[in-house]
């Protein structure tokens, strides 16, 4: 379940008209207009070096921790690192994002997301790799989703990604304002995950097991 609040960090390719992307189509939201959502084709020529939407900014080297808190008690810790080393994904450079989460000793899992941003800003999740599995966009049918985009507006909603074998991936923004994004996800368990621009993410709530995993601040 950590899995899926972390991957809905979420993410993955392209705008309208670019190519190897698709032709612009319609969309039912507002503020994604153009977007082919989701795609099995990124084109590296869409794709810049960095991922820095300021709702979603990923510095390699940098490392965040949240804690864990399940009916007002602390019950473990999740530590986010952006890895220093890209991952080759269908002619690109994807951002690797691991996450580990430690529920009081008990439980230890470790998953790997791969983004990649767009010349526009949109942040997309093209692959990622958990329990000795893995996917990548462009391989075996495998769709890169939307994690962020460049301009978020209420009431947008996507595909996060299209994967055999995993829980559809339905994203939707239901709350914003100048400087928080607020989104719901359902991947097999319901997440709801908060952003604040130019922090990225500071929350995570499962909103079928509870808990809620807040950033750590500078000094706590």
């Not at 989701?38 to 990923?58: I, Q, S």
Request: aromatic letters at 4%; charged letters at 20%.
């Amino acid at each position: 379940m950590l899995r899926d609040a972390t991957t809905a960090l979420v993410l993955v390719l392209a705008l309208s008209g670019c190519a190897g992307i698709g032709q612009p189509k319609p969309y039912d939201s507002t503020g994604i207009n153009g977007l082919v959502v989701p795609t099995p084709t990124p084109d590296p020529g869409d794709f810049v070096a960095v991922v820095d939407n300021p709702w979603l900014a990923l510095e390699p080297g940098e490392r965040r921790t949240y804690d864990v808190v399940d009916t007002g008690i602390t019950v473990g810790s999740l530590v986010v690192d952006v890895l220093e080393d890209p991952v080759p994904v269908a002619g690109l450079e994807a951002t690797a994002v691991q996450t580990t989460t430690d529920l009081g000793g008990a439980t230890t899992s470790t998953v790997t997301d791969l983004y990649a941003q767009d010349d526009h800003g949109n942040v997309w999740l093209v692959g990622g790799d958990a329990d000795g599995e893995g996917w990548r966009a462009g391989t075996d049918g495998a769709e890169a989703g939307l994690a962020m985009p460049a301009d978020p507006r209420l009431g947008d909603g996507w595909k996060a990604y299209v994967v055999a074998g995993l829980p559809e991936s339905i994203v939707r923004i239901e709350d914003q304002s100048a400087q928080m994004v607020q989104i719901r996800s359902e991947a097999g368990t319901a997440t709801r995950t908060v952003y604040e621009k130019g922090a990225g993410l500071v929350s995570i709530e499962d909103l079928d097991a509870g808990w809620v995993a807040t950033l750590e601040q500078p000094g706590s």
